[in-house]
């Protein structure tokens, strides 16, 4: 288990307090310095935004894995969960932007989508480094984190 239980609550009224002082990419950018800087299984944490069937990178931190900022959903982990509407945990081998983690040091990927009304606006991606996998409680949690930025994917 990644995220402990009593870790939730403070963490996620922290998330709140980023999202109530910042808006759009400043609040993405942050959202992930924090989640970075609270969990420390965490090696790199961005927010994608879709617009139609490509994706683009709205903010993130830590150890840059994707170089690409933006591109083409298709074939990715991102498509996958754009088009499920459920989280995807992925450990290793694989390859390609999105898919599960292929970059040195990366042990495993959480993407989780934002959703706003029924569609699905963006994800939010979680690496770890740790031998010790990303899980369903970091799945749950980042899901809270994605509801909490799911109102900010719609502001210019």
Same mark, same amino acid.
């Given at each position: 288990?990644?995220?402990h239980?009593r870790?939730?609550?403070?963490?996620?009224?922290?998330?709140?307090?980023?999202?109530g002082?910042?808006t759009?990419a400043e609040?993405?950018?942050?959202?992930?310095r924090?989640?970075?800087?609270e969990?420390?299984?965490?090696r790199w944490?961005?927010?994608?935004?879709?617009?139609?069937?490509?994706?683009r990178?709205?903010?993130?931190?830590?150890v840059?894995?994707?170089?690409?900022?933006?591109?083409?959903?298709?074939?990715?982990? $991102?498509?996958? =969960?754009?088009?499920?509407?459920? %989280?995807?945990?992925?450990? !290793?081998?694989?390859?390609?932007?999105?898919?599960?983690?292929?970059s040195?040091?990366?042990?495993?990927?959480?993407t989780?989508?934002?959703?706003?009304?029924?569609?699905?606006?963006?994800?939010?991606?979680?690496?770890?480094?740790?031998?010790?996998?990303l899980d369903?409680s970091?799945a749950?949690? $980042?899901g809270? =984190?994605?509801q909490?930025?799911? %109102?900010?994917?719609?502001? !210019?």
């Open positions: 288990m990644t995220v239980p870790q939730v609550t403070p963490s996620l009224l922290q998330v709140d307090n980023v999202l002082r910042l759009g609040a993405s950018a942050e959202v992930c924090f989640l970075l800087g969990f420390r299984e965490y944490a961005g927010v994608y935004r879709f617009d139609g069937p490509r994706f990178l709205d903010g993130f931190d830590g840059p894995t994707d170089p690409l900022m933006e591109g083409p959903t298709e074939g990715t982990q $991102l498509e996958r =969960v754009r088009t499920t509407g459920r %989280p995807e945990i992925a450990a !290793p081998p694989a390859s390609g932007v999105g898919a599960a983690p292929n040195v040091g990366v042990q495993s990927r959480v989780v989508p934002i959703q706003i009304g029924s569609a699905i606006d963006g994800a939010i991606v979680v690496e770890s480094a740790s031998f010790h996998p369903d970091d749950r949690f $980042l809270q =984190v994605a909490r930025l799911a %109102p900010g994917l719609t502001r !210019p």
